[in-house]
């Protein structure tokens, strides 16, 4: 069972990011403050949910959050500040947009940059342990996917519906194939014989 808070704050906010490790598309990002007696069997880390239940998930978390709120950083900033900059960008954008604003945050991960002056704690592997980080991913991801599938339909042949941009074979095939689009991260490494991403 996710544990419901780590403070003893009124407003905790958990935030995570979903796309950091794609070739194309924004990295981004959601925030959410859960009541504190919240509960939902299937809330999860969003890695372990199919997309039907995250489908299901997004509007019990946001009908029943206290606050909400997500964001996209692009392509262009991510190429300008670096990947791990920009997640945090995401970050707090989605943290901005909370009212009421919270009193402590619980960020997925190892890094984070203060927010204003309001105490935090980053959490290895958070959106397994905690609910309000968990509801975060899993609204970053279901605003994500929903993003790259609509960009999709404007060069279908990356199949970004199936891979949201992820480096799979067939994007990769692709980017070789028919080059890269504006959607593209032009300081990731994009084809395969560049084995890593330069992150």
């Known amino acids: 069972m996710l544990q419901k808070t780590f403070s003893d704050g009124d407003f905790e906010c958990g935030t995570d990011e979903a796309g950091r490790g794609c070739l194309a598309g924004p990295v981004t990002a959601a925030a959410v403050i859960l009541p504190k007696d919240f509960e939902h069997e299937w809330l ?22 206290l606050s909400f709120g997500f964001s996209h950083v692009y392509e262009e900033e991510i190429d300008s500040i670096n990947i791990l900059n920009a997640s945090i960008l995401a970050m707090h954008k989605s943290v901005a947009a909370l009212n009421p604003q ?36 899993i609204l970053a991801k279901t605003y994500r996917d929903a993003y790259m599938e609509k960009i999709h339909e404007e060069f279908p042949m990356y199949h970004w519906n199936q891979n949201k941009g992820y480096p799979t074979e067939a994007h990769r095939k692709a980017i070789k194939k028919y080059g890269i689009t504006k959607y593209h991260r032009k300081s990731f490494r994009l084809l395969p014989e560049q084995l890593k991403l330069a992150l």
Do not use: C, M, W
């Open 102 to 137: 919270p009193d402590f945050i619980i960020v997925d991960g190892n890094k984070f940059k203060p927010y204003k002056t309001v105490k935090y704690q980053t959490i290895v592997k958070g959106d397994s342990k905690y609910l309000s980080i968990a509801a975060a991913s």
């Open 44 to 65: 999860n880390d969003s890695k372990q949910l199919s997309a039907a239940k995250r489908d299901v998930l997004k509007p019990i978390i946001e009908t029943h959050a």
